[in-house]
């Protein structure tokens, strides 16, 4: 265990990582990359593994940013910035998410009350799926202040969406601007009275440029954006590029105190009736993890959408009884 003894203002950048599999090494090569931390801790339950991944990132630091990798333990979260959770396990072949609970919340009654006591002024990133009961698993189990528990959420989805669609109106993906919240699975929203490209909505922009907006290729969209999970898995056994690299958006915009707009998940509060549960909306995130929960003005149908996916997602979080 490496010990912080400096004052806050004198602590280099710390960014544990907890659960380093195909996600947090992942995570771990990206950040390492970005120069973003300037120490980077790997702790997992299979200690060895640990070891073998901060050896070979290690190895790439003369190739990128001077940075001080190791296999810690959980007290090692002491005074890091960042804890990002991606222990657990993944989804089989056919599994949805939410199928995941059981397994991945008996590891949350383990390591997340372990993460707090070494680190009570934390901000904890959650990745383990199903995201969103987990996030919410998180704000009990820790205690902490719901601003400082954020889960990757649609963040992921968000850039299928974006992508596909970029693909389909030919525009660089960063210029699509468009959202999907809710439930990060099955249940999950596309936001399409608020879609658009520079500023235009789709019909609008399908008309400047005389090509038909055809609904039934922005239906098919959302179901590749959906279904993506589910067809790399089968592919590839597990998906990780992604989703590091949109952990490494999250870890940015904190550690930098961007205040970037990101789809990710948090604790809501109330949104057309919906509280206490958490789940995605366009969040600004800053150092002090999420500043503010934009309130989209939706449609009626997207509300309607959106009522259903915090249900699923209240009665998954139910069978945890974390209140009790
Ligand atoms: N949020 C997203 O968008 C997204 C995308 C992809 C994957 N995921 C999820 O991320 C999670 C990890 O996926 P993966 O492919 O990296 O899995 P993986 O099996 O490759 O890695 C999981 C790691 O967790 C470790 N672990 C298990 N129990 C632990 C404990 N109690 N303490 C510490 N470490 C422990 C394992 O030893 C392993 O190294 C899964 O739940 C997966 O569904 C989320």
Redesign the pocket.
Known sequence: MMTTDATPQHRPVRVAI????????TFAYALLLNGLAAEIVL????HA?AEGEAMDLNHAVPFSHPTRIWAGDFGDCAGASLIVL??????KPGET?LD?IQR?AA?WR??VPHVARNNPDGILLV???P?DVLTYAACKLSGFPPERVI???T??DTARFRYLLSQHFQVDARSVHAYIIGE?GDSEVPVWSLANIAGMRLEDFCAAQNIPHDRAAMDEIFHRTRDA?YQIIQRKR???YA?AA?LLGIARAILRDQGTVLSVSSLITDYYGIRDVCFSLPTVLDRRGVQKVLRLQLSEDEIASLRHSAQVLKDTAASLRLNA
């Open positions: 907890v659960g380093v599999g195909n996600v947090g090494a702790i997992d339950a299979d593994r991606t222990a657990g396990a993944g989804q998410r995941l991945n590891i383990e390591i990745a383990t799926n995201v889960g990757s959420g963040i992921l990060h999970a597990a998906t990780y989703v949109g």
